[in-house]
């Protein structure tokens, strides 16, 4: 069973800068196909970005795609959401998902993964 655990949430002022991580356990990594989504207090979960396993194909949400940056790194089984001038817009809990096979989905439905949340908080 893949376990996912998300770090590095926190405080930071507007135009700061956060770097969120994922730990995987328990599957092949590369095999997945991973992503971050965020919930805002009164909104839907929304995607933010996604990458394939083998980090060929990426994509994000247009207002973040000039701004946040997904990676990963298959040898230790890690993703990251490296996210640079932040605003107050971008706070939510950020989730780590996962799901078999090469499909960047953008819809959360799609992912049988998920890691508890992490907290991001942008604000002066």
């Known amino acids: 069973q893949v376990q996912l655990v998300e770090s590095g949430g926190g405080l930071v002022q507007p135009g700061g800068s956060l770097r969120l991580s994922c730990a995987a356990s328990g599957a092949t990594f590369s095999s997945l196909t991973m992503g971050w989504?965020?919930?805002?207090?009164?909104?839907?979960?929304?995607?933010?970005?996604?990458?394939?396993?083998?980090?060929?194909?990426?994509?994000?949400?247009?207002?973040?795609?000039?701004?946040?940056?997904?990676?990963?790194?298959?040898t230790k089984r890690m993703m990251y959401l490296q996210m640079d001038s932040l605003e107050p817009e971008d706070t939510a809990v950020y989730y780590c998902a996962a799901r078999p096979g090469n499909a960047a989905f953008a819809d959360a439905s799609k992912y049988e993964i998920w890691g508890q949340g992490i907290q991001v908080t942008v604000s002066s």
């Open 37 to 74: 989504f965020r919930q805002a207090p009164g909104k839907e979960r929304e995607y933010v970005a996604v990458i394939t396993g083998s980090g060929a194909r990426m994509s994000s949400r247009d207002v973040v795609k000039d701004r946040f940056t997904i990676s990963r790194d298959n």
